[in-house]
């Protein structure tokens, strides 16, 4: 916890670092979608309802009939897209100048983990409208798993019953809103923890 705040709140930072660029705290601004997506995500909890029967209805009452209740689902679903694009573009970064090299190989992929973790809590969190395009959608990523290795087990344990079914529901709900951003909060500390620890292109830390 110490390493994470003083990443946030360094004691000296270079001028030359504070210029604007294309790649400009990407990292960041990754970090910023995800505080966005998880407060925006907890106020859908209050709503939300994570049954085959009531789970659509819940977001058409939601975006019906509460205050601001399309803005929240809406600024949901943009900082989903926003962490996956900031993700990514900070990687390629990383990739196009090399700093995945020594003595920073454990910290690629720490951040190669939070990428899938990424991936995974949208399509975790795709299914949970329970309407037509989200049920297909999963339906199509489920058959497609098929292929992969240990695919057939893994799709057993998120499919127990049947996609949208009441069991497969809620295991897809308490991975999106529980298990996966408690693991993405796990890879997040210790990021920026080995950024420090590593130095590297940050002597100054």
Request: proline share 4%; net charge positive.
């Amino acid at each position: 916890m110490k390493e994470f705040v003083a990443h946030l709140f360094p004691r000296l930072v270079l001028e030359r670092n504070l210029r604007i660029t294309y790649t400009f705290c990407l990292g960041g601004l990754a970090f910023s979608s995800f505080l966005l997506l998880a407060a925006s995500g907890t106020l859908l909890l209050f709503y939300y309802q994570p049954t085959p029967e009531n789970a659509f209805q819940s977001i058409l009452f939601l975006e019906s009939s509460v205050f601001s209740g399309r803005v929240i689902r809406s600024a949901h679903r943009l900082s989903s897209h926003a962490f996956l694009v900031f993700i990514f573009l900070h990687m390629l970064r990383v990739i196009l100048t090399g700093a995945y090299r020594r003595p920073r190989e454990l910290n690629w992929l720490i951040g190669f983990g939070l990428l899938v973790m990424a991936v995974f809590s949208a399509y975790s969190g795709y299914l949970l409208p329970m309407d037509q395009l989200a049920y297909w959608a999963t339906q199509t990523g489920m058959e497609l798993l098929r292929i992969l290795p240990f695919g057939e087990t893994i799709r057993t344990f998120l499919v127990p019953d049947t996609v949208g079914g009441s069991l497969s529901l809620l295991r897809f709900y308490a991975l999106h809103v529980m298990i996966v951003p408690a693991v993405v909060v796990l890879l997040t500390g210790w990021h920026f923890y080995r950024v420090r620890k590593d130095k590297g292109l940050l002597p100054y830390l």
